[in-house]
C-alpha cells in the first residue's frame, strides 16, 4: 500500500508520460501490465500507482521503492526492460526520482 510520509526510508518514482489521446488507455495498460508481471515481484518494489489525466494527453506513474539501487536494478532486469520498447513507442517518457519532504492531511 502507498503511504505518503516524511519519516519513510524510500525513494519515490514520479514518470509522467506525454501520449496521444487515442493511445493513453494502452498505455495505461501497457504499465498495469508490466507492473503486474515484472515490477511488482523485484526485490525493493513498494507500490505503484498509475494515473491518467482527464484531458487524454498524460499518464503519471507514482511508485515506491526500497531505495535508489532498488529502483536502478530495474534496468538490469531483462524481463522489466522487455516492457519499455512499447512505452516508448506510443509515449514520452520522464522519469525523476523524490525523496517526501512535506506533507499535510486535513
Not at 82 to 88: G, L, Q, T
Request: charged share 20%; with cysteine.
Amino acid at each position: 500500500m502507498t503511504t505518503i510520509a516524511q519519516e519513510q526510508q524510500l525513494v519515490t518514482l514520479i514518470n509522467v508520460f506525454k501520449v496521444a489521446p487515442e493511445n493513453q488507455q494502452l498505455l495505461v495498460d501497457l504499465l498495469v501490465d508490466a507492473t503486474e508481471e515484472v515490477m511488482c515481484k523485484l526485490s525493493g518494489f513498494i507500490s505503484a500507482n498509475i494515473h491518467k489525466s482527464l484531458d487524454g494527453t498524460r499518464v503519471t506513474n507514482y511508485a515506491q521503492w526500497r531505495s535508489v539501487e532498488d529502483f536502478r536494478a530495474i534496468f538490469q532486469t531483462p524481463a522489466a526492460t522487455a516492457h519499455m520498447p512499447a512505452i516508448s513507442q506510443i509515449a514520452e517518457s520522464d522519469p525523476v526520482l523524490y525523496e517526501v519532504c512535506y506533507m499535510k492531511q486535513a
